[in-house]
């Protein structure tokens, strides 16, 4: 199963994650978001590690033009969109990026919203399903109703996000099935501060799932 820890900002802290045994690392490319990183601090992160990890950029509504710059400066193999961003959009930027892995995060907010993943199927790699905040595009805290997932089979392979935890992290697993799962606000201490015991525990309890 992949696990993606997202929201890294410090060298150090991603490195030590990845060792941890995360698959992947998330990076925050949207202005305004307190764990917001630059191409270039991305691209020190991406210098600093020891092991092999995937390296995913976070966007909201950017143009194509502005994200194959973005992984032109800073290193990252894979894009996740995590707005409003239409299928047409994800094929344009498929076509700008035939290596990249493209990403599309749906905020469910009610169960109508995942009727949306089918027209996303042939233009995406991954799915991601996270929680809506009326406010906020990610990062919220907020756990989805996974009762409500439990029919939500796609063709291609998706991740879970949304207010997961070290401590509920099992729950979900146990009513669910997905090709992995993404933390970030519950493995923390502050916006962008990853709390390493957090991250070790998380480990400890996923044991042989990962
Ligand atoms: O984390 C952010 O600040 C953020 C900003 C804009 C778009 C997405 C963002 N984060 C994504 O939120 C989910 C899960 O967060 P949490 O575990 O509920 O805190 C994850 O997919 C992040 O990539």
Redesign the pocket.
């Known amino acids: 199963m992949r696990v993606k820890i997202?929201?890294i900002t410090k060298p150090e802290q991603g490195n030590a994650i990845a060792k941890l045994g995360a698959t992947a690392l998330?990076f925050?490319c949207?202005p305004g978001?307190?764990?917001y990183v630059t191409p270039q601090q991305i691209q020190v992160v991406v210098n600093h590690l020891s092991v092999s990890v995937d390296r995913i950029g976070?966007f909201?509504n950017t143009s194509t033009e502005e994200i194959t710059q973005i992984v032109a400066d800073s290193g990252i193999n894979a894009v996740?969109l995590?707005s409003n961003e239409s299928p047409e959009f994800c094929q344009k930027l498929r076509q700008a990026l035939p290596e990249i892995e493209i990403i599309k995060?749906l905020r469910i907010r009610t169960p109508e919203c995942l009727n949306q993943a089918d027209s996303y199927l042939s233009c995406v790699d991954t799915l991601?399903l996270?929680?809506y905040h009326r406010k906020m595009?990610?990062?919220?805290?907020?756990t989805l109703d996974w009762q409500r997932l439990q029919k939500f089979r796609p063709s291609i392979p998706w991740l879970l996000?949304?207010?997961?935890t070290p401590d509920n992290v099992l729950d979900a697993l146990t009513l669910l099935e997905p090709s992995g799962i993404?933390?970030?606000?519950?493995v923390e201490r502050t916006?962008g501060d990853k709390d390493l015991k957090k991250v070790t525990r998380l480990f400890e309890k996923l044991g042989s799932r990962v």
């Open positions: 997202c929201g998330g925050i949207v978001s307190p764990r976070v909201a996740q995590h995060a991601l996270d929680a595009l990610g990062g919220t805290g907020k996000a949304g207010g997961l993404d933390l970030s606000s519950g916006p």
